[in-house]
């Protein structure tokens, strides 16, 4: 694959000096499979002791797959976050500049109606504004918990209030046992995840109920939410908590940034916590569940955690 390249170079007059080197990028073939492999080849020179010419050639090979895989999501990312974002902005302005024609004497349902829309793209792009700025200070540190003790009962209802009016013929229900103990956490990061796993399931559910459902056991809590849709592909199981990554069947349908899973996992694994995901057994659906230690990890209170830190 590499030795047309390799000979040219050779015909242009490389090596040029003895400590020059040559590096191609290009994929090879795995033995008994059809699978290749993206790599990176660079090529150094053993010359003769009095370097006029070369004695031999090493070649050193690098598996890039990960560089690939990351440049594709950050392509990804950029067009999925310029859609996204022209998308909100487009709306607003066109209502905006409904509700502004100067002949126009809309009536007060068509006004309430128009401003209503432009509200709720607002706060789609507050969210999706927040996330990135999140990923970002992921990325840098600079993303802290500020911990305190919560009732994650009473984060989960008041999620479930806020979200209920995006909830059409359908519900948001809650299982906790009444003695649900206390948790040494950040509030508001913890709604957060909550937020996302709720908006998660009535995206890629879009039909039955949804069940925030708490349980103990030993010295951790959990807490899970369970929708009726149809469920993840196997492909994208081991993939949903991935920065930037979203579900190839539905990419065109289902709107979003793929942060959301992404910043829930670095929320809960910071705080010494667990997140999983998985299919339903009973019927068709998918299971997102986080846990979180009852006893602050570091027997600390309202500690600052950096993100940095969090491996």
Not at 178 to 194: G, H, K, L, S, T
Not at 288 to 307: C, E, S, Y
Request: charged share 25%; hydrophobic share 40%; aromatic share 6%.
């Amino acid at each position: 694959l590499f030795r047309s390249t390799l000979e040219e170079a050779e015909a242009g007059g490389w090596p040029l000096t003895p400590d020059s080197s040559h590096s191609v990028i290009g994929t090879v073939k795995v033995f008994n499979s059809d699978k290749t492999i993206p790599v990176n080849v660079s090529y150094t020179p053993v010359m003769t002791q009095d370097n006029k010419q070369i004695q031999n050639i090493i070649a050193l090979v690098r598996d890039i797959s990960k560089f690939k895989e990351a440049d594709e999501l950050k392509n990804t990312f950029i067009s999925t976050i310029s859609h996204e974002l022209k998308t909100p902005v487009a709306i607003i302005k066109g209502y905006a500049s409904t509700l502004n024609l100067a002949d126009a004497d809309w009536e007060q349902d068509v006004i309430k109606e128009s401003l209503t829309v432009i509200e709720e793209e607002a706060d789609r792009l507050t969210v999706m504004i927040n996330d990135l700025l999140d990923a970002s200070r992921l990325n840098s540190g600079s993303l802290k918990l500020f911990k305190t003790d919560i009732y994650l009962q009473e984060v989960c209802s008041g999620v479930r209030k806020h979200m209920l009016p995006q909830c059409i013929n359908r519900d948001i229900l809650m299982d906790f046992p009444e003695d649900f103990p206390i948790v040494n956490a950040d509030e508001d990061r913890i709604r957060q995840v909550v937020m996302n796993l709720i908006s998660n399931a009535l995206k890629y559910a879009p039909e039955g109920n949804i069940l925030i459902k708490g349980t103990t056991d030993r010295n951790m809590v959990s807490i899970s939410v369970i929708d009726e849709g149809p469920g993840i592909s196997p492909e994208d199981l081991i993939h949903v908590f991935d920065r930037f990554y979203r579900a190839k069947k539905t990419f065109n349908s289902v709107k979003g940034n793929g942060l959301g899973l992404f910043l829930c996992k670095a929320i809960i694994e910071a705080h010494g916590g667990k997140i999983s995901a998985e299919n339903r057994t009973d019927r068709s659906g998918a299971v997102f569940t986080f846990m979180l230690p009852l006893t602050d990890v570091d027997n600390k209170r309202d500690q600052i955690i950096n993100f940095a830190e969090v491996r």
